[in-house]
């Protein structure tokens, strides 16, 4: 089959080198924030895959203690108990809180932590899944407590203020955290070579023995489309998909994005949406905000970021952005 490889600038954050003598290739997987995860790693001399498991352990499970809604004691589940209006955060949970309320202004309400109400209310939260649609009024409800608009944060001082109600979700970012968090742990522990994977959302550092970056398959909605091969280094790849996570209801799917204009799971919009960015959290809330917004609003918010995403259409049709495009030549080869 016919296949596309994409090419990205190298970012020159380390010399182009393999990794060092000694070196020998593990490769770990296990379960963790409501999915799996794998981690291909050159270990050197003297890290074991004893070693690996703990510090892939220790990053999942600082992020987990911060962001996971379903652990009772996380700081985002107290958050969303406490019935106060101003509040104060940690600095960790301020670091990825500031960015993605900028995210969500940015993308007008696309890509929004303040939502959490709406998508516990269509049963894509702790709570499981709902047997039916939630009444108007419960929507009505949910989204008078929502949105990045109603929030007044500080990062520098952690110190926040929310209506009473509002319930945050960091489910299209923190996955996206937790990568990148194990990386650079690996990075300090002298492994710099690796690729994480966390659900579908990946980072990859250095290159591995023949010098070749840490090539990517992207998922396609139809097997008989083209596939596409992204040669990562140093950079983060995420999708968000509509059959990722939904459920069916009188013969309709409804997905777990949820469009703050009208409160209700996307009924329009891509299959799917494949970004690579900086960061792997960056490319996951990117891919999450692309997914909700409108057509001409998402042309427009690709490029004005100058944004580096694949897009397949609900009507079959495959959309690169101009950046992405310019990354790709097709090749019959396998690299």
């Known amino acids: 089959m016919d296949h596309h490889l994409v090419l990205p600038p190298l970012r020159h954050e380390a010399a182009l080198l393999p990794p060092p003598p000694g070196s020998r290739l593990i490769r770990l997987h296990g379960e963790s924030m409501g999915t799996g995860w794998s981690l291909s790693v050159y270990a050197p001399p003297g890290l074991s895959e004893a070693d690996l498991r703990a510090l892939t352990g220790r990053e999942l499970a600082a992020i987990l203690a911060l962001f996971s809604p379903w652990q009772a004691e996380s700081e985002i589940s107290q958050l969303n108990r406490d019935p106060r209006e101003d509040l104060q ?20 309400g696309a890509s929004d932590p303040t939502l959490g109400t709406l998508v516990d209310l269509w049963g894509f939260g702790p709570a499981g899944r709902r047997s039916g649609l939630p009444p108007a009024e419960k929507i009505a409800a949910a989204r008078a407590v929502s949105g990045w608009q109603r929030v007044s944060f500080d990062p520098l001082s952690g110190r926040l203020q929310r209506p009473c109600g509002m319930r945050f979700d960091f489910s299209g970012s923190a ?11 690996l990075s300090r522990a002298g492994a710099g070579h690796h690729l994480i994977e966390i659900g579908g ?14 090539w990517l398959a992207v998922e396609t909605p139809e097997p008989a489309l083209p596939g596409w091969r992204v040669a990562l280094y140093g950079m983060g790849l995420a999708s968000s998909g509509a059959a990722q996570n939904c459920f069916f209801h009188a013969g309709r ?46 042309t427009a918010f690709i490029a004005r970021r100058g944004l580096s995403a694949l897009i397949f259409e609900a009507d079959g049709r495959v959309s690169p952005s101009p950046l992405w495009a310019a990354m790709t030549k097709d090749d019959d080869a396998q690299p």
């Open 89 to 108: 955060v940690s600095p960790a949970f301020a670091a990825l809180l500031g960015p993605m309320l900028d995210l969500a202004r940015a993308s007008n």
């Open 175 to 185: 996955k996206g955290l937790a990568a990148d968090q194990i990386s650079a742990a």
């Open 201 to 214: 959302e990946c980072y990859a550092r250095g290159l591995k023995p023949d010098l070749q970056p840490w």
């Open 253 to 298: 799917r409804y997905a777990h994005s949820i469009d703050p204009a009208t409160g209700w799971p996307c009924q329009a919009g891509p299959v799917s949406v494949t970004v690579l960015a900086q960061t792997c959290c960056e490319a996951d809330a990117l891919a999450t905000a692309l997914m909700v917004l409108p057509l001409a609003a998402r």
